[in-house]
C-alpha cells in the first residue's frame, strides 16, 4: 500500500531509495539473506515507483544484503564491546541499521544533507538516543555533536565513491585525528564500475547511476593508511553466506585473481589512542 510521502530527490540523495528497495527486495524473501522489516515498512508507505525505476533484479538484492550485513556486523561488535558508544553514520540516507542491530544503549548520530535529512525525519522519527543532523559530511562540524567520552564508531556506506577524491583523503584524515581510539568503516566501488558510472553505461530501463568520482580497488586498501598517521591499521570485510549460485562463486570472488582484486569492498580503519 502506497502512503502519502512522495519524495523528490537530486540523483545522489536518490541513491537511499534505491537502496532501500534493495533491501526490501531481499527481506520480503522467506531465505532472506537480510532481515529488514523496517525496510520493507518504508516501501510500503512511500508513493514511488520502485519497481520502474529501479528494476527488481534479485542478483542486486542479494549483493546489496551482503554490503550491507559487512556493516551490520561491524557495527554489531563495536556495540559488543563498547555497549554505551556511539555510532555516527555519514550519508545515512534511509538506511535502517538502527533497527537491526541496536543493542538499546547505544547513542546514534545520522549526518547527511539537508533534503535527506528532511525525509529521513520524517519516514523515520528519532528515538530519545538518536540525533539526525543536517549537514555535509565532509565538513567536520558534525564532528563536535559527538561526546568524546564515548567510543566512536564510524560508518561511510555507499557516501565516499560520490565525492572527489582529495574530499575522500581529507574525510578519512579527519576522522582519524579528530576521533582517537576510533574506527571508520567505508565501502569502495572498483575502478570499472566507477567508470562505467561517469561514462553513462552503469543503467537500466528506468534508472541511470550517478558519477562515481572515487573508487579503490581491493588491492589498493593499504593506501588508505597513508591518508594520516592517525591510523594504525586497515582491515578487510567480507561477506559471508549467499544463495544459489552466488554463494558457490563468493569464496573465488574473495580469493582468485583478477576477481579478488577488483571488487567491491568493505574496509576498516582503526586509528590511534590518545597518547
Not at 542491530?101 to 523515520?124: C, F, H, I, Y
Not at 543536517?134 to 565525492?163: F, K, N, S
Not at 561517469?198 to 562515481?212: D, E
Amino acid at each position: 500500500m502506497s502512503g502519502p510521502e512522495r519524495p523528490e530527490l537530486a540523483a545522489v540523495p536518490e541513491t537511499a531509495l534505491w537502496t532501500l528497495w534493495q533491501r526490501a527486495v531481499e527481506a520480503r524473501r522467506s531465505d532472506a539473506l537480510l532481515h529488514d522489516p523496517k525496510a520493507v515498512e518504508l516501501v510500503d508507505r512511500i508513493d514511488f515507483p520502485f519497481a520502474e525505476r529501479f528494476g527488481t533484479s534479485g542478483l542486486q538484492s542479494r549483493l546489496q544484503a551482503l554490503r550491507v550485513g559487512c556493516f551490520d556486523r561491524e557495527v554489531a561488535d563495536f556495540l559488543a564491546r563498547e555497549p554505551r558508544g556511539t555510532v555516527v553514520c555519514l550519508g545515512e540516507g534511509l538506511e535502517t541499521q538502527y533497527w537491526r542491530v541496536d543493542n538499546g544503549r547505544a547513542q546514534w548520530l545520522s549526518v547527511d544533507l539537508p533534503e535527506a535529512t528532511e525525509l529521513r525525519e520524517r519516514l523515520l522519527p528519532p528515538g530519545p538516543r538518536q540525533r539526525y543532523l543536517a549537514a555535509d559530511a565532509t565538513d567536520l562540524t558534525w564532528a563536535e555533536a559527538v561526546d568524546r567520552d564515548r567510543a566512536v564508531l564510524i560508518t561511510a556506506q555507499g557516501l565516499l565513491m560520490y565525492l572527489p577524491p582529495p574530499r575522500v583523503r581529507e574525510l578519512v584524515a579527519a576522522c582519524a585525528e579528530r576521533f582517537p581510539g576510533g574506527s571508520l568503516v567505508l565501502d569502495a566501488v572498483p575502478r570499472w564500475f566507477a567508470g562505467l558510472t561517469r561514462s553513462g553505461k552503469m543503467r537500466t530501463p528506468g534508472y541511470q547511476a550517478p558519477p562515481m568520482p572515487w573508487a579503490m580497488d581491493a588491492r589498493e586498501r593499504e593506501k588508505l593508511r597513508t591518508a594520516s598517521p592517525a591510523i594504525t591499521a586497515v582491515r578487510d570485510v567480507r561477506p559471508t553466506g549467499g544463495r544459489g549460485p552466488l554463494a558457490a562463486l563468493l569464496p573465488l570472488t574473495l580469493t582468485v585473481p583478477p576477481l579478488s582484486t577488483h571488487r567491491p569492498t568493505v574496509t576498516v580503519l582503526d586509528f590511534a589512542a590518545r597518547p
